[in-house]
T-cell receptor, first 114, second 115 residues
Framework: NAGVTQTPKFRVLKTGQSMTLLCAQD?????MYWYRQDPGMGLRLIHY???????AKGEVPDGYNVSRLKKQNFLLGLESAAPSQTSVYFC?????????????FGQGTRLTVV | AQSVTQLGSHVSVSEGALVLLRCNYS??????LFWYVQYPNQGLQLLLK??????LVKGINGFEAEFKKSETSFHLTKPSAHMSDAAEYFC?????????????FGSGTRLSIRP
């Protein structure tokens, strides 16, 4: 039972490069989320999706784009990476939103932008 | 808007001692409240949550938390710390009536256990 799988686990980018982080869940969950975790700031919501084909902005969406073409996948894109985007990125999914049910997290992607 | 404040970014206790991690929230509606734990190099996992009903909530690994509306608090406790409890703990809040479906996390408290 894989749960939530994030790819890649580590990545180093040069400033200005682009990349896509992939999140895949096998639990048939409707809701998916992308968070970033920075020291002393906890987890901040970047974007989220309430179902296939939908996306919405979270607290810190600037510099990121997302897509949810398939229910099981939620992609996070960085079009032009900046050092301020150095962080650990977590994907999560839940069967319902609003905290009605538990959110399941992936193991994270550690991204360094130099 | 909802928010969560965790008091103390780092807490250190001796093995066998009481663990108390503090969380205060701000919400204009009755909130759902959560504690998540993150072990090194892993994602977050749910320890416990409060939705409605009994204000004392028991979770995994012997942890519990009490919802106190008058104090807008949801502190996490464990009577006797174990070395395996060393981790980072996050308090979180959500608005179950909102279509935004967001869970807002606190900044985290790192728990260290002294032998």
């Amino acid at each position: 039972n894989a749960g939530v799988t994030q790819t890649p686990k580590f990545r180093v980018l040069k400033t200005g490069q682009s990349m896509t982080l992939l999140c895949a869940q096998d639990m048939n969950h409707e809701y998916m989320y992308w968070y970033r975790q920075d020291p002393g700031m906890g987890l901040r919501l970047i974007h989220y999706s309430v179902g296939e084909g939908t996306t919405a902005k979270g607290e810190v969406p600037d510099g990121y784009n997302v897509s949810r073409l398939k229910k099981q996948n939620f992609l996070l894109g960085l079009e032009s990476a900046a050092p301020s985007q150095t962080s650990v990125y977590f994907c999560a999914s839940s069967p319902q939103g609003g905290g009605y049910t538990e959110a399941f997290f992936g193991q994270g992607t550690r991204l360094t932008v130099v | 808007a909802q928010s969560v404040t965790q008091l103390g970014s780092h807490v250190s206790v001796s093995e066998g001692a009481l663990v108390l991690l503090r969380c205060n929230y701000s919400s204009s509606v009755p909130p759902y409240l959560f504690w998540y734990v993150q072990y090194p190099n892993q994602g977050l996992q749910l320890l416990l949550k409060y939705t409605t009903g009994a204000t004392l909530v028991k979770g995994i690994n012997g942890f519990e938390a009490e919802f106190k509306k008058s104090e807008t608090s949801f502190h996490l406790t464990k009577p006797s710390a174990h070395m395996s409890d060393a981790a980072e703990y996050f308090c979180a809040v959500s608005d179950p009536y909102s279509s935004a479906s967001k869970i807002i996390f606190g900044s985290g408290t790192r728990l260290s256990i002294r032998p």
